[in-house]
């Protein structure tokens, strides 16, 4: 598995075990675009067919947990958010764009 979508502090996946990350190239960009643009207009696809379903209490514990785990991710973890950090970005700027409302640890 990529470590990419590797907690290396818990030694556990992090996520669905799904994704895709990649560094790429000036030169890449138009692939990186085409990359977006199916993705969203995939997910929305997702969220119509699926904005109704019901789902359990334990299914909800399940999303919060491993929400709590994306947070430690993004704290501990992730060069990008601790990049920012080091450069200046307002801290509370950047939580409030990358974290979720509701976790549990």
Known sequence: MKKTFWLKYRNEPRGG???IAFD??????????KTAEIFID?????V???KDEKYTD???ERMLFKRGRWVEFNLIEDE???YGLEIGVNPEVMILQ????TVKF
């Open 24 to 33: 790429f190239p000036a030169s890449e960009f138009d692939f990186a675009k």
């Open 80 to 82: 990008g958010f601790r």
């Open 58 to 60: 334990e299914e909800r």
């Open 98 to 101: 990358t974290l979720p409302p």
């Open 42 to 46: 995939t997910y929305f696809k997702i």
């Open 17 to 19: 075990l799904v994704g």
């Open 48 to 50: 119509e067919i699926r």
